[in-house]
């Protein structure tokens, strides 16, 4: 497989990496995006995504939609930080190491539908930033009130030092597929806008001191049960692997456009330093070639209630119904679901997800060169 850490990237890792290189430091993290890195943002505020979420490694439910960690808690761990808090979730967190403004559901661009209309997150990108620009002054103001404060809030400089993530699009993408928008509809008309709002985040994040940008690029979404199972797609519109071939087209042409506007960032935020990740490829690999690296199901979700994909919409995973009097567990997990790469036909598995990040972790330790 080609490198993951994209050419932008690669290109100059000879010429100033070898002479310069020094280790890099990130006191925080603060992180922007949807379920893919969401460490209890719309548990806080929605209600608590229940078992059997975070069996695999918390033991309970953990306001993660996966049976364990992240690619976010992957990388946290790696930097030697403790876990995001959600900047939602007011009850026993700690911000003294950055925080997490992602919330399951939520696209780049803010959609005229309600939550409960279309199970997309109120929280889009431009909501996510004036959180963050709200923590960022109100966290120094409480923090001079001293004590407990100076534990739980980050020091003043950590906004200019944090590595500043974003894990979002997946949901633009799929939200005007939802809508019977066609791919050439999207590909036209709505990824440019979405690209520019995009930009603009980054550009007011900039402007307010962030200064190393980690952004992921989506994932192909033609591969994930509940994307594949919305419409009833033709055997033909399947590539030999099995996933829906036009919407991973979709998510490469977003991606492209997505790479060229970090070109762009990086052109106009002088000060800035950027790393294109390319998880398109390591979700890609892990799906087409699941078998080779030790999974026994790809395309098959861990915990969900039958049809072709073990997924149903109206039968999730964790799912009981109420059956005579007696309750039945219908939305059960596995029995490996350390061998699945599908957590809930929505999102991975833990052990997906720590595959992702040992493809993509070698650029964390430079993330804050300028290249
Ligand atoms: C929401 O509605 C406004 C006004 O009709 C429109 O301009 C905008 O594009 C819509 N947003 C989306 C995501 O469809
Ligand atoms: C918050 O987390 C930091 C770093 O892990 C720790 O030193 C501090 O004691 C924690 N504060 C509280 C109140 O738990």
Redesign the pocket.
């Known amino acids: 497989m080609k490198s993951i850490i994209s050419s932008l990237f690669a290109l100059s890792l000879l010429s100033s990496f070898t002479i310069t290189a020094h280790q890099c430091h990130f006191p925080a993290i603060f992180n922007f995006g949807d379920s893919n890195s969401d460490t209890g943002g719309l548990s806080a505020a929605f209600g608590q995504a229940g078992p059997p979420h975070g069996s695999s490694f918390f033991g309970s439910p953990a306001g993660r939609y996966c049976d364990g960690r992240l690619v976010i808690d992957f990388i946290a761990e790696s930097l030697e930080l ?1 876990y995001l808090s959600a900047f939602l979730d007011s009850v026993g967190s ?1 911000f ?2 950055g925080a997490n403004f992602a919330t399951a559901g939520s696209p780049i661009r803010a959609l005229n539908s309600t939550l409960r209309q279309s199970g997309f997150s109120p929280f889009s990108l431009d909501v996510q930033f004036v959180q963050f620009s709200n923590f960022h002054d109100r966290s120094q103001t409480v923090r001079s009130r001293g004590g ?1 404060y100076t ?2 809030l980050p020091e003043a400089d950590s906004f200019s030092k944090a590595l500043y993530t974003f894990d979002i699009g997946q949901n633009d993408l799929t939200a005007g597929y939802f809508a019977k928008k066609t791919v050439e509809q999207l590909e036209t008309y709505d990824v440019p806008e979405i690209i520019s709002q995009f930009k603009t985040a980054v550009t007011n994040i900039y402007a307010q001191g962030g200064r190393y940008f980690w952004i992921h690029n989506t994932g192909p979404i033609g591969c994930l049960p509940y994307v594949i199972e919305w419409f009833p797609l033709q055997a033909s519109e399947f590539d030999s692997h099995g996933c829906a071939s036009s919407l991973n087209q979709l998510a490469q042409r977003f991606n492209n456009a997505l790479k060229q506007a970090v070109i762009e960032l990086k052109a106009s935020l002088s000060e800035a330093a950027f790393t294109y990740v390319d998880v398109y490829s390591a979700k890609h690999e892990l799906f087409v070639h699941a078998q080779g690296h030790g999974f026994k199901r790809s395309l098959v979700s861990c915990c969900g209630h039958g049809g072709k994909y073990n997924y149903n919409k109206h039968i999730g995973c964790g799912k009981k119904v109420v059956v005579k009097g007696k309750e039945i567990y219908v939305g059960k997990p596995c029995d490996e679901p350390n061998k699945a790469v599908v957590w809930d036909g929505v999102h991975f598995t833990q052990a997906a997800n720590k595959f992702i990040f040992d493809k993509i972790a070698t650029g964390l330790s430079m993330a804050c060169h300028r290249h």
């Open positions: 403790p700690n003294s190491h407990i534990t739980i």
